[in-house]
Every structure is written in structure tokens, then in C-alpha cells.
């Protein structure tokens, strides 16, 4: 395909468009923090979400398997999911692509030439989305999980503290 190779060409633009519009589903406050800190000690959220698009588009543009996929999405849907987005709020960031993609490349789309293979990049998006879904749902299921052995832990440590045996419950 020569719209992948385009895609690929133009990796880094792509990644750091699709990174600010990302941004702009924040709090403005947060937005202009990510946006402007880009150490990645100071600014570890920023510098994950950005790996994260880049290893999202690489495994795009690369045809790469679902393993890959998914991990890649991971490095992002993680980020979303532990900061309570609702997964149409978490995910839509892979949405997104789509746009940035045709923004990106607007003057080499205008022809119509790539339309088959913008069809299809697209449709591996929708792909993409759909693999996202079970990303965020088994990092939110881990997340359940964590919360409650640290409730148990809690309610175990109370009852010790009050000479109770927790194997008679």
C-alpha cells in the first residue's frame, strides 16, 4: 500500500498531532501541562501517551498481529482507564486518527488516489477500537481486583487489631 508508506514517511507529524489532540480531551489546566512539559521525568503521562501513539501507529502502518496491537494500545488505554474514563471517553482517542490522518496528508488525499487504501487504514482503525475495548475492559477488571485485596487487607488488619480471628467469618 503507498498510503502506509505515506503514513509511515510522516510517523513522527502524525503521532505529534494525534498526541495534541489527545491533549485536548483533558481539563485545559492539565492540556497545558502536558503540552508544554515534555521531559519525560517530569511528565511521565505525557511521555507514556506519546510511546504509546507512536507504537499504536507503528503497529497501523506495519500490519503487525493482534498481540502487538494490543499491547500497544495498552500503553495508552492504561492511562485512560485508571484515570476513570468512561470507555467511549478512553477510547475515543483511536478515533481520532482518522481525522489527523486526513489532515495530515489533505493535498496528497485531494486526488482521490488512496481512497481504497484510506478505506482500509480506516477499517483497521475501527479494528483498533474494537480490540481497545477489551483492553480497557481487562485493565479495568484488574483494577476491581486491586481494590478489592486492598479493602480485604484493610478489613483483615481492623479485625486483628481487635483480637478477632477472620477465619471465623
Known amino acids: 500500500m503507498k498510503l502506509l508508506k505515506l503514513l509511515s514517511e510522516r510517523k513522527a507529524s502524525l503521532t505529534d498531532r494525534w498526541l495534541h489532540r489527545l491533549f485536548e480531551s483533558y481539563s485545559p489546566t492539565t492540556a497545558i501541562f502536558l503540552k508544554k512539559e515534555t521531559n ?3 511528565n511521565p503521562m505525557g511521555h507514556q ?7 499504536i501507529l507503528e503497529t497501523l502502518v506495519q500490519e503487525t ?13 492504561r492511562v485512560r482507564a485508571l484515570q476513570n474514563f468512561s470507555p467511549s471517553q478512553a477510547l475515543a482517542f483511536l478515533f481520532l486518527l482518522k481525522n489527523v490522518i486526513r489532515e495530515e496528508l489533505a493535498k496528497d488525499l485531494k486526488g482521490g488516489q488512496f481512497d ?13 477500537a474494537l480490540l481497545g475495548f477489551e ?12 481494590r478489592v485485596t486492598e479493602i480485604k487487607k484493610r478489613v483483615s488488619g481492623f ?5 478477632m480471628d477472620i477465619n471465623s467469618f
Open 49 to 55: 501517551l506519546s510511546q504509546g501513539l507512536g507504537r
Open 65 to 77: 498481529d493482534r498481540d502487538q496491537v494490543m499491547a500497544a494500545l495498552d500503553e495508552v488505554i
Open 135 to 146: 483492553v480497557y475492559t481487562q485493565r479495568r477488571e484488574k483494577l476491581c481486583e486491586i
Open 116 to 128: 481504497p487504501e484510506l478505506q482500509e487504514v480506516e477499517s483497521r482503525i475501527d479494528g483498533m
Open 40 to 42: 519525560r521525568f517530569d
Open 159 to 163: 479485625l486483628r487489631s481487635k483480637g
